[in-house]
């Protein structure tokens, strides 16, 4: 049975989400740690980047983050309020 076994297709590489947790920088490791929702690694590290990008201190990055967890929380506690079928 060969079948399906060998491709001429480039294989695409997985991402290690531990590894890639594991490469953020510190505050944003702890930032993460303690957050209520479940944030992945490459949308943190995509908005840590942008905002030193635009010269945000570290703190004002974290204080970002945390406004952007409260604001989908706030949103997600309204729906369920609703009883929104869309949920």
Known sequence: MSRNIATSLRRRRRSDPMRDFDALPQP????MHQAALAWSPASCRRIWQKARAEGEAPDAILARLDRAERITLARDRL????GNPET
């Open 28 to 31: 944003l490791r702890n930032w």
């Open 79 to 82: 729906t369920c309020r609703t």
